[in-house]
């Protein structure tokens, strides 16, 4: 297979998980609509204190900031520990090429 094969199959490999995850996140949203028409008026309302608490949006938002936020820093680290290793990555991608610059 060619890097471009290989980068090209690892693009198709990951779009359809992506797919297959948002409708799997599709079916789940559906549920919990349905669900929640059903049981609404059941539900008794929320005592005043609970004003003083954040939002459930709030809660997914800060959630998924630091998520982000953890994300990067974990993307830079990755990276940093790459360039330390890169003097020796580099020798073992020279070694396995052939005098005429095609690999062994």
């Given at each position: 297979?060619?890097?471009?094969?290989?980068s090209?199959?690892?693009?198709?490999?990951?779009?359809?998980?992506?797919?297959?995850?948002?409708?799997?996140?599709?079916?789940?949203?559906?549920?919990?609509?349905?669900?929640?028409?059903?049981?609404?008026?059941?539900?008794p309302?929320?005592?005043?204190?609970?004003?003083?608490?954040?939002?459930?949006?709030?809660?997914?938002?800060?959630?998924?900031?630091?998520?982000?936020?953890?994300?990067?820093?974990?993307?830079?680290?990755?990276?940093?520990?790459?360039?330390?290793?890169?003097?020796?990555?580099?020798k073992?991608?020279?070694?396995t090429?052939?005098?005429?610059?095609?690999?062994?």
């Amino acid at each position: 297979m060619t890097t471009t094969t290989m980068s090209d199959f690892t693009q198709a490999t990951q779009d359809a998980t992506l797919e297959a995850v948002r409708k799997s996140q599709q079916t789940v949203v559906e549920a919990v609509r349905v669900w929640s028409k059903a049981i609404e008026k059941a539900v008794p309302a929320m005592p005043a204190a609970s004003k003083e608490l954040p939002t459930s949006e709030e809660l997914v938002e800060s959630s998924f900031q630091f998520a982000e936020r953890l994300l990067a820093a974990q993307h830079e680290f990755a990276r940093e520990v790459l360039s330390a290793a890169a003097p020796v990555l580099e020798k073992k991608a020279a070694k396995t090429k052939t005098p005429t610059g095609t690999s062994a």
